[in-house]
């Protein structure tokens, strides 16, 4: 793909753009590190800039400067665009989704599970529309967990597709969401600082009667060629047709998983 990419013409050339929070705080700290400019920060921002060097490999102690910055952020913004030039849009988005990671980690520990994913898709949809404003007009294509694709709440829960698909966003109607279904296949869980396979099975049983190879079959829900789509097709979604959810279907049938890297 890097290969592909740098074959293209400018105007032609894939962007690649991150809009989740911050799943691990460290490296986010260290990353912000590479941002910085070789000369020494303006006095008003220098105790939070030169906080960023103190971390080292601590996610605790990353999410408190995470939030130490974004509030400094919020406070001296002027100070911090013209200290880090054109580097200011990308360090302000990373310190406001690690704040943001503090936020929903914070209130999953506490057993707030829905708390955790409002947060998070909100987030999400936050961060797509600075890089919309910023980046041209274009298509954009994103890999994303099955919940975030849901064009409709969930558990009383706004998703990032929900997000995009409401009133006031640039991309309402634009939105086209494709659910991976699986059958009979083996998930990699991460255990005990190692791994272990499980069983991941996440469509109804109705889709054995539809699905008589393994080869992969994507199903337009709202056209034709599926049967019935009124139904209750997947096992996350709590209630109503699923077709309110998602527009197609992959179903991928005894799939396994590859081997871990190692260090991970």
Same mark, same amino acid.
């Given at each position: 793909?890097?290969?592909?990419?740098?074959?293209?013409?400018?105007?032609?050339?894939?962007?690649?753009?991150?809009?989740?929070?911050?799943?691990?705080?460290?490296?986010?700290?260290?990353?912000?590190?590479?941002?910085?400019?070789?000369?020494?920060?303006?006095?008003?921002?220098?105790?939070?800039?030169?906080?960023?060097?103190?971390?080292?490999?601590?996610?605790?102690?990353?999410?408190?400067?995470?939030?130490?910055?974004?509030?400094?952020?919020?406070?001296?913004?002027?100070?911090?665009?013209?200290?880090?030039?054109?580097?200011?849009?990308?360090?302000?988005?990373?310190?406001?989704?690690? !704040?943001? +990671? /503090?936020?929903?980690?914070? @209130?999953?520990?506490? *057993?707030?599970?829905?708390? #955790?994913?409002?947060?998070?898709?909100?987030?999400?949809?936050?961060?797509?529309?600075?890089?919309?404003?910023?980046?041209?007009?274009?298509?954009?294509?994103?890999?994303?967990?099955?919940?975030?694709?849901?064009?409709?709440?969930?558990?009383?829960?706004?998703?990032?597709?929900?997000?995009?698909?409401?009133?006031?966003?640039?991309?309402?109607?634009?939105?086209?969401?494709?659910?991976?279904?699986?059958?009979?296949?083996?998930?990699?869980?991460?255990?005990?600082?190692?791994?272990?396979?499980?069983?991941?099975?996440?469509?109804?049983?109705?889709?054995?009667?539809?699905?008589?190879?393994?080869?992969?079959?994507?199903?337009?829900?709202?056209?034709?060629?599926?049967? !019935?789509? +009124? /139904?209750?097709?997947?096992? @996350?979604?709590?209630? *109503?047709?699923?077709?309110? #959810?998602?527009?197609?279907?992959?179903?991928?049938?005894?799939?396994?998983?590859?081997?871990?890297?190692?260090?991970?």
């Amino acid at each position: 793909m890097y290969s592909y990419n740098n074959s293209l013409s400018e105007s032609d050339k894939l962007v690649c753009v991150g809009i989740d929070i911050e799943h691990q705080p460290a490296f986010a700290i260290s990353y912000l590190q590479t941002l910085l400019p070789a000369q020494t920060p303006p006095e008003k921002i220098r105790m939070e800039i030169q906080s960023i060097a103190s971390v080292s490999g601590d996610n605790t102690k990353a999410f408190e400067i995470g939030k130490i910055l974004f509030a400094s952020i919020e406070s001296y913004t002027n100070t911090y665009q013209q200290y880090l030039g054109e580097k200011f849009f990308e360090f302000r988005l990373i310190v406001k989704s690690l !704040d943001a +990671s /503090r936020r929903a980690y914070g @209130s999953r520990s506490t *057993g707030r599970r829905n708390s #955790y994913s409002k947060i998070r898709d909100r987030t999400m949809y936050e961060n797509f529309i600075e890089f919309y404003k910023k980046l041209e007009t274009g298509l954009y294509w994103g890999h994303f967990g099955n919940a975030h694709i849901l064009h409709k709440d969930n558990e009383n829960v706004k998703m990032f597709a929900a997000y995009l698909e409401q009133d006031n966003s640039p991309v309402a109607n634009q939105v086209l969401s494709i659910f991976f279904a699986y059958l009979d296949c083996t998930a990699m869980i991460r255990s005990n600082g190692g791994y272990r396979t499980a069983p991941s099975t996440n469509v109804k049983s109705y889709f054995y009667d539809l699905q008589q190879t393994d080869e992969p079959v994507l199903f337009k829900l709202k056209g034709e060629d599926f049967p !019935d789509y +009124s /139904r209750q097709l997947v096992e @996350s979604i709590q209630s *109503g047709s699923s077709t309110e #959810y998602f527009d197609y279907l992959l179903l991928i049938k005894n799939a396994t998983p590859t081997e871990p890297l190692g260090g991970w």
